[in-house]
């Protein structure tokens, strides 16, 4: 039961290059969420999905996208990096009825 | 609407020394509150959750959080810190299952010998 994880840990892009941040969960899990995190800032959230299909913006959805194709998969995609992306990026997720978040190990991406 | 407030971005205790991270919370509807660690270059982990049970609640690695609407706080002690303490921790709130949980800026504790 590997839970939430988060490929690539660690990427370095060139401004204006795209990339995609993959998430995947083995919970069966409705619930799923990007998170950034920059330092002192806490937890920012980006995209969230409450199942297949279904994805809306959170506090910070500029520059990024989502989709939610299944329960298991949920990606992020950066169309045109921008050094203001540089960040370290966590995935989330929670069941129906659980009260609580289970995060992936993060990805820390710096756009040059 | 939901908002967390962590008193201090940073906190320094020696080795033994009682463990106090302040937590305010505002929240439109009853909340639930968390406490969650945070290990270098790890994801974040749950110490502890309040769901509207006891107020005095008690968490993983002789953690505990009281609950007091009054103030509406939800402070996290710890009688004896250890040097895996650490961490950052951070304070977080939702309006009910857990859904789109607001998180505090975050306090790094420090642990001296």
Known sequence: NAGVTQTPKFRILKIGQSMTLQCTQDMNHNYMYWYRQDPGMGLKLIYYSVGAGITDKGEVPNGYNVSRSTTEDFPLRLELAAPSQTSVYFCATEGVGNTEAFFGQGTRLTVV | ?113
């Open chain 2, 1 to 113: 609407a939901q908002s967390v407030t962590q008193l201090g971005s940073h906190v320094s205790v020696s080795e033994g020394a009682l463990v106090l991270l302040r937590c305010n919370y505002s929240s439109s509807v009853p909340p639930y509150l968390f406490w969650y660690v945070q290990y270098p270059n790890q994801g974040l982990q749950l110490l502890l959750k309040y769901t509207s049970a006891a107020t005095l609640v008690k968490g993983i690695n002789g953690f505990e959080a009281e609950f007091k609407k009054s103030e509406t706080s939800f402070h996290l002690t710890k009688p004896s810190a250890h040097m895996s303490d650490a961490a950052e921790y951070f304070c977080a709130v939702s309006g009910g299952g857990g859904f789109k949980t607001i998180f505090g800026a975050g306090t790094r504790l420090f642990v001296k010998a």
